[in-house]
């Protein structure tokens, strides 16, 4: 008799700006290991929103992984629905409220965006985001850039508005119980090492895995690392 083996389900969140090119090298070295979908958010404006097509738009129970915004919007997908997600992975993310420093900053980006365009953007958001080596790596640096460009300037305001206006995120943390990797690079000056840390102290039993050489875009950076990481997480 053939037995028939059922490969569990991953849904992968891209961030603020970001696509399926974030999440494709990592998808690809994963494809014995689950069904990897991708999931990005042109056009929304509120994160609640965001989770809820998320979860109208996957049947069953999934593993589900965020990166950047990807990550607040995977920690509102379990709010809405924990008895569907079977594993939960953070990466390079936050769940600290805004604040009065943070507004004015997003703003600026915003008005940056309207006046000279997405591809000065790219530059004034995207290369702080990356680590040394990984500002070095000029095709990826390109892959990026267009991604950046791909998106409106009102999509992307949209998406700081949804940022800007983030539900809470810190209170639900004790109550995940499912297996939780918890995922930053050394790199990382916007979601630090220590960031993720706080986080860990509050998901019981979460694992913090912390990449090398790697800034904010983690999956595109490093993705054999970080693919070895969720495979090792897949398992649990």
């Known amino acids: 008799m053939n037995v028939r083996i059922t490969r569990p389900k991953l849904v992968c969140l891209a961030g603020l700006l970001c696509d399926q090119r974030m999440w494709q090298n990592v998808a690809s070295q994963l494809e014995k290991d689950a069904n990897v979908e991708i999931m990005s958010f042109a056009g929304f404006d509120d994160l609640t929103e965001m989770a809820r097509f998320v979860l109208s738009s996957v049947e069953g129970d999934f593993a589900l992984a965020g990166h950047s915004m990807g990550g607040r919007v995977a920690l ?19 769940v600290h409220p805004k604040s009065d ?67 809470d995120a810190e209170g639900q943390l004790a109550n995940i119980s499912v297996p939780t990797l918890l995922l930053s690079g050394t790199q990382d000056t916007w979601s630090p090492v220590a960031q993720h840390q706080v986080i860990q102290q509050k998901i019981t039993g979460s694992e913090l895995v912390v990449i090398d050489d790697a800034g904010h875009m983690a999956p595109v950076e490093q993705p054999e690392n970080v693919a070895a990481a969720l495979h090792s997480w897949l398992q649990k």
Do not use: C
């Open 101 to 167: 420093k943070e507004i004015p900053g997003r703003i600026r980006l915003i008005d940056l965006a309207k006046q000279h365009g997405m591809a000065l953007l790219a530059d004034e958001w995207l290369v702080p985001m990356m680590s040394p080596k990984g500002l070095e790596n000029r095709s990826l640096m390109e892959s990026l850039e267009k991604m950046v460009m791909a998106y409106s300037v009102e999509d992307f305001e949209k998406q700081i508005q949804a940022l800007i206006n983030r539900p």
């Open 76 to 94: 509102e997908i379990y709010r809405l629905a924990p008895q569907r997600v079977t594993h939960l992975a953070l990466l390079n993310t936050g």
